[in-house]
C-alpha cells in the first residue's frame, strides 16, 4: 500500500506536471515541441512574407526552361538549349565522378602513408610523418588552389611539345600529356562498335554495357571456381590449383570481346595549338582530384594506421603459432580485425570527400554546386528554391553512402552472443 | 703422465662486438637496409627527399627579402631561381589584419594578447582559478576592442548574466524546479527587449568608447582567429546539449536533435555558408540585417556543434552503464549526474575527437571566403590584382599555409598534453 500512496492520494494536481517524474518527461517534452514548432512557424512566416514583399512565389517551375549556359564537362547530352533540371543532372554527375575518383585515390594514398609511417624503415616512416601533418594541417581549400597553380603555372604549355628542341614530352610512352590546360589521357575506341542506346535522359554506351556485364560475369566464374575449390578442399584436404582457371575465365572472354568490338585506343596528339584526340581532362578536375585525395589520404592514413595498431600483437603470434604463412595471417586474422576499427571512420572520411566537392567553386569546375546553386540560381533568382533543392540532393548523397558503408559495417561487425 | 686437460682459469677479457653490430652502422642495417625490399624502398625515398631539396633548396637560398613589385625580384635574382619573399615582408600586415585601419592595429593585437590571459585559467591548472573572471568578462571586452563603438553595448549585453542568476535566485524558495528555466528566459528577454534602450540611453548620457570599425575591414588572419575561437568556444556547449539530447529518453527532445544533427553533417558548410549570406534575409523578419560577420559565426558554430556532439555521443557511448547507474543510486538528478559524473568522464574520453573538430572548424574558417570576407585566402587573391605582385603565388602559399600549421599543429600537441595530464589509469 506504502508503495502506491504517491499515486493514488489526493488524484491529479496541476503541480504534478512538473513535481511528479511519471509526468515531468511528457511536461518537458510538449514544451519542447512547442518551443520546436512556434520556432518554425515563425521562420516559415518570416519567409512567406519576405517573399510576398519581394513579389515572388516559390515554385520549381524554373526547373524546366531553358537553361542557356555551357558546362564544359558532361557525362550525358547536354546543350545550352538544355534544361535547367538537365543542367543539374550534369552538375551532379560531375560530382559524384570526382568524388568517386578522389575517394578510390585516397584510399590508395591512405593504405600506403598508413602503412609506411608504420614501416620500420625510418627515412620511410619519417617521410609519411611529415606528409600526413603537413596535410592534415592546412585547409583544404589552399591545398586545392594550390594544386591549380601547379596545374595552371607550373606545367607546360601545349606549344613547348612542338618541333624539334621542344622543351616538354609527353609521358607514360608517348600516351599522357600533361600541359597547363589540362591532361589528355587514351581514350578506348571500338571500329565495330555497338552504338548508344537511349533512355530519355542520357545516352547510354552500348561498349561500356557489354564489357561490365561480361566482367562481372568472369568475376561470378571466378567465385564459383574457388567455392568448388574451397569444396574439393573442405573433402580431400588438397586445394586444387586454381589461379590459370582464374585467370582465364577473368580474361579470356573479355579480350574476345574487345576483339569482336574492335577495340584499340586513341591517342592524344599535337594538332595546331592544341592536343586532339584521347579523353580531356581539365585543370580544375586534376586540381580537384588530387587535392582532395591527398588531403583525406593523410586523414585516411591515421585510421588505417590506427586500425593496424589496434590488432593486438598476439593474434599475428597465435596466427603464426596455428603454422598459417605470413600471406594468410594477414588475410584471414589481421585485416577482418583491422577492418572492423578502420572502415566506420572511412565512411565519414568518404562523406568528407563528397561534401568537399563543393569547393569546386574555387577552381570553376562544373559540379552541383556550380550549376544548380552557381549559375541557375544567378540566373533564375530562385535562391530559396534552388538552395533547399541542392542541400536536399547533398543531405540524400550523404545518407545513402553512410546506409550502405552501415550495411557493410553490419556485415564485419564482432558477433557476440 | 702429463696432464693433458686444459683448465682455464682467468676470464677472457671481453671483446668489442662485430662492426656489423654496433654504431652506426647497426643502426643502418636496422633502420634503413632491413631487407631488400626496405633496401629498395631506402634507396627510392633517399632519392625522393634528394629531388625535393635540389628542387627547392636554390628556390630557398635565393630568396629576396626586400623588394617593391615581383619586376624588382626578378631584376635582384637576375635570371636565377628564386623565392620572392619580399611580398610577405612587403605585405604581411595586411595578411594579418586585413583592411583594419592601420593606426588602431594596437586594438586587435592587445584583443588577441588578452585572449591568452582569458584562456590560460582554463587551459593550465597552474593558474589562479580568480583569473575566470577575467576570461567571463573577455567576450564583450574583445568585442569592444575590435569593433569599437560604445561600451556600453558589451557592458550591458553582459548585465543579461547578472539579470539571469537574480531571477533564478529569486525564484529558487518558490517554485524550485521553475526556477533554471527563468534564469534562461530571464536574459533572453533582457536581450531582446530591454539591452537595447539601455545602451542608447547611457550611451546617450556617458558617451565612452572607442572609434567603430566596420565588419567590412575586417579580413586576414584576425578574422580566421575570430570566427575560429568564437565558434570553437560556443560549439563546445553546444555540442554536449546536442549529444545528451540525442542519448535523451525524451523521445521528442531526441528525434530533434537526431534530425538537427544529421541535417548539418549531411550537407557541405559551404551551402550552409550561403545560406547566412543568401537565405538569411529570406527566413529573419523583414528589414533585419545584421552583421556578415555574426552570421558566418552562428553558421560555423552549428556545422561544429553538430560534428562535436557525435564526437561527444561516442565518449559518452565508452562510458560503462555501471557509472549511470551508480549516479541514480546516490540520488544525483539528471544534470548532476551528467554534470558530476558522467561528462566529465565522456569528456576526456573524447579529447582526440573534440580537438579534431576544432582543429577542423579552424581550417574551415578559410571557406568565407566565398561569401566575400576577405580571409587570408581571399587577401592572397587581393595582392595578387595588385599590379606589384601579380604573378606570385607560391610565396603567399606558403606563408598561409605556414601559419594554419603553426595554430593547428600547437592546438593537437595542446590536446596531446591534455590526454597526459587527465590519465588516471595506471597503464
Known amino acids: 500500500m506504502a508503495i502506491f500512496s504517491d499515486s493514488t492520494r489526493g488524484g491529479f494536481r496541476l503541480g504534478m ?135 595552371t603555372e607550373a606545367m607546360p604549355a601545349p606549344s613547348a611539345f612542338r618541333g624539334e628542341d621542344a622543351t616538354a614530352s609527353m609521358i607514360l610512352w608517348d600516351s599522357v600529356a600533361i600541359t597547363n590546360r589540362g591532361v589528355y589521357i587514351p581514350e578506348p575506341l571500338f571500329t565495330r562498335g555497338l552504338g548508344d542506346l537511349d533512355i530519355g535522359v542520357f545516352l547510354v554506351s552500348l561498349d561500356l554495357v557489354a564489357v561490365l556485364i561480361v566482367g562481372a560475369a568472369g568475376i561470378y ?22 589461379w590459370w582457371k582464374s585467370l582465364a575465365v577473368l580474361l579470356l572472354p573479355l579480350l574476345a570481346l574487345l576483339w569482336a568490338l574492335g577495340f584499340h585506343p586513341g591517342w592524344p596528339e599535337l594538332k595546331g595549338f592544341n592536343f586532339q584526340g584521347g579523353i580531356y581532362m581539365r585543370n580544375s578536375l586534376i586540381a ?130 | 703422465m702429463e696432464e693433458s686437460r686444459f683448465v682455464r682459469t682467468e676470464m677472457l677479457a671481453p671483446q668489442a662486438p662485430p662492426l656489423g653490430e654496433i654504431g652506426w652502422i647497426r643502426w643502418l642495417r636496422d633502420n634503413l637496409f632491413s631487407s631488400w625490399l626496405n633496401g629498395a624502398l631506402t634507396l627510392l625515398a633517399g632519392a625522393a627527399v634528394v629531388w625535393l631539396a635540389a628542387g627547392i633548396g636554390p628556390w630557398f637560398a635565393n630568396a629576396v627579402w626586400n623588394a617593391g613589385s615581383l619586376a624588382e625580384c626578378r631584376e635582384i635574382l637576375a635570371g636565377a631561381e628564386g623565392a620572392c619573399f619580399a611580398v610577405i615582408h612587403d605585405r604581411w600586415l595586411q595578411l594579418l589584419f586585413g583592411f583594419y585601419p592601420d593606426t588602431l592595429y594596437w586594438r586587435p593585437t592587445l584583443a588577441f594578447l588578452l585572449l591568452f590571459v582569458a584562456l590560460a585559467p582554463a587551459l593550465f591548472p597552474a593558474v589562479p582559478r580568480r583569473l575566470l573572471w577575467f ?50 528566459v530571464a536574459p533572453v528577454l533582457w536581450w531582446l527587449l530591454a539591452a537595447g534602450p539601455v545602451a542608447g540611453l547611457l550611451a546617450a548620457a556617458l558617451p565612452w568608447g572607442l572609434a567603430p570599425v566596420g565588419s567590412a575591414k575586417f579580413g ?155 580571409d587570408p585566402i581571399g587577401l592572397s587573391t587581393a595582392i595578387r590584382a595588385n599590379t606589384d605582385w601579380n604573378g606570385i603565388y607560391w610565396e603567399l602559399f606558403l606563408f598561409i599555409g605556414a601559419m594554419f600549421f603553426v595554430f593547428c599543429f600547437l592546438m593537437s600537441r595542446y590536446s596531446m598534453h591534455l590526454e597526459r595530464r587527465l590519465k588516471t589509469d595506471h597503464r
Not at chain 1, 512557424?41 to 519581394?54: C, G, I, P, Q, S
Not at chain 1, 575518383?101 to 625510418?122: D, E, F, K, P, Y
Not at chain 1, 563543393?358 to 533564375?380: E, F, H, K, W
Request: aromatic share 8%; proline share 4%.
Open chain 1, 221 to 242: 566464374a571466378h567465385l564459383i571456381i574457388t567455392r568448388h575449390a574451397e569444396a574439393v578442399q573442405n573433402a580431400t584436404g588438397t586445394r586444387p590449383a586454381t
Open chain 1, 17 to 151: 506536471l512538473i513535481y511528479d517524474t511519471r509526468y515531468r518527461s511528457l511536461t518537458i517534452q510538449v514544451g519542447f515541441l512547442f518551443l520546436a514548432m512556434a520556432g518554425a512557424a515563425w521562420l516559415v512566416d518570416n519567409t512567406v512574407e519576405n517573399l510576398r514583399a519581394l513579389g515572388k512565389d516559390f515554385n520549381y517551375g524554373f526547373l524546366g526552361t531553358r537553361a542557356g549556359y555551357d558546362i564544359n564537362q558532361r557525362f550525358v547530352a547536354y546543350s545550352s538549349d538544355s534544361t535547367h533540371g538537365q543542367a543539374l543532372l550534369v552538375g551532379l554527375l560531375n560530382t559524384l565522378f570526382l568524388a568517386a575518383i578522389a575517394c578510390a585515390l585516397a584510399t590508395v594514398v591512405g593504405v600506403l602513408a598508413g602503412i609506411g609511417r608504420l614501416s620500420r624503415n625510418w627515412i620511410v616512416a619519417r617521410l609519411m610523418t611529415v606528409y600526413i601533418e603537413t596535410f592534415r594541417n592546412i585547409p583544404v581549400l589552399l591545398w586545392i588552389i594550390v594544386m591549380m597553380a601547379i596545374m
Open chain 2, 135 to 184: 576570461t567571463a568578462v573577455y567576450p564583450g571586452l574583445a568585442y569592444l576592442l575590435l569593433w569599437g563603438g560604445t561600451i556600453w553595448g558589451p557592458l550591458v549585453a553582459l548585465a543579461g548574466v547578472p539579470v539571469g542568476v537574480a531571477a533564478f535566485l529569486a525564484l529558487r524558495p518558490a517554485l524550485p524546479l521553475l526556477a533554471p528555466a527563468a534564469g534562461l
Open chain 1, 288 to 417: 580537384m582530384w588530387l587535392a582532395l585525395s591527398v588531403y583525406t589520404g593523410a586523414f585516411i592514413a591515421e585510421i588505417v594506421r590506427a586500425g593496424i595498431l589496434a590488432v593486438s600483437r598476439g593474434q599475428t603470434e597465435a596466427a603464426r603459432a596455428l603454422g598459417l604463412r605470413p600471406g594468410p595471417t594477414t588475410r584471414l586474422v589481421i585485416l577482418p580485425q583491422a577492418l572492423r576499427v578502420i572502415i566506420p571512420p572511412l565512411i565519414s572520411q568518404y562523406l568528407n570527400i563528397t561534401k568537399n566537392t563543393s569547393l569546386a567553386l574555387a577552381v570553376g569546375y562544373m559540379d552541383l554546386r556550380s550549376t544548380l546553386g552557381g549559375i541557375t540560381l544567378n540566373q533564375t533568382g530562385r535562391e530559396l528554391e534552388a538552395m533547399m533543392l541542392m542541400m536536399l540532393i547533398y543531405l540524400v548523397l550523404s545518407l545513402i553512402i553512410s546506409a550502405a558503408m552501415n550495411l557493410y559495417n553490419r556485415s564485419v561487425r564482432l558477433k557476440e552472443r
Open chain 2, 220 to 374: 586576414g588572419f584576425m578574422l580566421s582567429i575570430i570566427i575560429g575561437i568564437t565558434g570553437i568556444a560556443v560549439s563546445l556547449p553546444l555540442g554536449i546539449l546536442l549529444a545528451l539530447g540525442r542519448k535523451s529518453d525524451l523521445f521528442l527532445v531526441k528525434t530533434i536533435c537526431v534530425g538537427f544533427i544529421e541535417f548539418i553533417r549531411g550537407v557541405p558548410l559551404i551551402t550552409l555558408l550561403f545560406t547566412a549570406s543568401l537565405l538569411l534575409n529570406y527566413f529573419l523578419p523583414p528589414g533585419t540585417d545584421f552583421d556578415i560577420i555574426l552570421r558566418v559565426v552562428i553558421m560555423v558554430t552549428l556545422f561544429a556543434a553538430a560534428y562535436m556532439a557525435e564526437v561527444i555521443r561516442g565518449g559518452l557511448a565508452a562510458i560503462p552503464r555501471g557509472q549511470y547507474e551508480a549516479a541514480d543510486s546516490l540520488g544525483l538528478d539528471y544534470w548532476k549526474a551528467m554534470r558530476l559524473i558522467v561528462l566529465p568522464q565522456a569528456l576526456k574520453v573524447a579529447i582526440p575527437g573534440i580537438v579534431n573538430t576544432f582543429i577542423g572548424l579552424f581550417k574551415d574558417t578559410t571557406l568565407v571566403v566565398f561569401i566575400g570576407l576577405l
